[in-house]
């Protein structure tokens, strides 16, 4: 049966539901079913789309990864201006109503495995991530932007961690100067960040 104008297809219902449920209650708190009746499908139609709630779980991660890398094409073209973009941003989202902090961490923390696909989805974001804050170091002449991606992304962790235990409010601008203290040493002397 194909949807009605309006009315998403039922894999996306499926992963918008799942979402949100994740995100909200924990994975491994959310059952199957829990996720069929929130997207108003059946138990057939849900496993012909995710065999596994294994399956659905990296999906839902690979989607909650493409959308951050939709709205990091966005970011300004100048290295400095898209950091504190994103710093910007990881503070806007710490105060958002419902905020449980990094849907990735909290992944990791329910699969300790290293090897389970869901960690697999985990590293492809946190890889993709790690990539695009290097890159923008390196524009910014960091001698060794390996390293101050590192430690870049090491504090955006804390942050998100920080925003979701503390007060959110501080975030933003909080990311924004420690950034700023973290990257200036990998930069070459006399060198200002803006």
């Not at 170091?137 to 925003?163: I, K, N, S, W, Y």
């Amino acid at each position: 049966m194909a949807p009605t104008a309006g009315t998403p297809p039922v894999r996306d219902r499926i992963l918008a539901a799942a979402g949100e449920l994740f995100y909200a209650e924990g994975i491994r708190a959310v059952s199957a079913d829990k996720i069929i009746a929130a997207a108003s499908t059946t138990k057939v139609t849900f496993y012909r789309h995710f065999p596994t709630k294994d399956d659905l779980v990296a999906a839902y991660l690979d989607a909650q990864s493409d959308r951050i890398r939709e709205a990091a094409s966005r970011l300004p073209a100048d290295p400095c201006q898209a950091l504190a973009a994103l710093a910007d941003a990881m503070g806007t989202e710490a105060c958002r109503p419902g905020f449980r902090g990094c849907p990735f961490i909290n992944a990791a923390a329910e699969y300790p495995a290293a090897d389970h696909p869901v960690r697999a989805a985990v590293e492809r974001h946190r890889s993709w991530f790690h990539g695009l804050v290097a890159d923008l170091t390196a524009r910014l002449g960091a001698e060794d932007p390996q390293q101050a991606a590192d430690q870049l992304v090491m504090l955006r962790d804390g942050a998100m961690v920080h925003g979701y235990v503390s007060d959110p409010s501080g975030v933003g601008p909080s990311l924004l100067q420690a950034g700023r203290a973290v990257l200036q040493p990998h930069l070459p002397a006399g060198a200002a960040l803006r």
